[in-house]
């Protein structure tokens, strides 16, 4: 069962922090992130695990809420490198295959 | 190889007309999968391949789409008949196929068909 994202997009300027929102409606083990830059192949960015810690890469971090089945990222002081479209996946139980989420669509502006 | 490699890179097609779309993934990487994006939308599952287990062949929006695996490495995309809504970006992806989750895939750039 496919994610569910939000916002859908946002428009930063340089240096403002964003909030990227992952939910889903069954048990989640782990939550993926990966960032798609126009024209380009996504990208992984991290991997939150089940007990795990919050991960970070750069200065962006994430967070996982196993009771509530979601997970946040959270880019902090934005850069223009940060554009592009985030999406969640998450695994099935004992399953390779990564369902994603519809994506959001983060521009940074100078 | 040091990346996964995606052939054509472009293709444009008639409509009613078979297309192959190859993946070559990164050597080792024993789990495959292909996803496919329309234009502005999200990462849509077709199909993944993990070794010598059968495909999970869940994803695939009609039994105009097939997939094989070769050896364990490369993996071919067939179209059948083309329709004008199977325009997207079909994108490729390996992993090493690490079943506790923390499993991270790598994209190739993808292959853009157009039908027109």
Excluded at chain 1, 33 to 55: C, D, N, S, T
Excluded at chain 1, 88 to 104: D, I, N, V
Excluded at chain 2, 27 to 52: D, K, M, P, V
């Amino acid at each position: 069962q496919q994610p569910v994202q939000s916002p859908q997009a946002v428009i930063l300027r340089e240096g403002e922090d964003a909030v990227i929102n992952c939910s889903s409606s069954k048990a989640l083990y782990s939550v993926h992130w990966y960032r798609q830059k126009h024209g380009e192949a996504p990208v992984f960015l991290m991997i939150l695990l089940k007990g795990g810690e919050q991960m970070r890469h750069e200065k962006i971090s994430a967070s996982f809420n196993e009771k509530k089945q979601q997970s946040s990222l959270y880019l902090t002081a934005s850069q223009l490198s940060y554009s592009g479209t985030y999406f969640c996946g998450t695994p099935g139980a004992g399953s390779y295959q990564l369902t994603f989420g519809k994506g959001t669509k983060l521009s940074v502006i100078p | 190889g040091a990346g996964v490699s995606q052939s054509p890179s472009n293709k444009v097609t008639e409509k009613g007309k078979d297309v192959e779309l190859r993946c070559d993934p990164i050597s080792g990487h024993t789990a495959l999968y292909w996803y496919r994006q329309s234009l502005g939308q999200g990462l849509e599952f077709l199909i993944y391949f993990q070794g010598n287990s059968a495909p999970d062949k869940s994803g695939l929006p009609s039994d105009r789409f097939s997939a094989e695996r070769t050896g364990g490495s490369v993996s071919t995309l067939t179209i059948q008949r083309t329709q004008q809504e199977d325009s997207a970006v079909y994108l490729c992806a390996s992993s090493r196929g690490i079943r506790s989750g923390a499993n991270v895939l790598t994209f190739g750039a993808g292959s853009r068909l157009t039908v027109l």
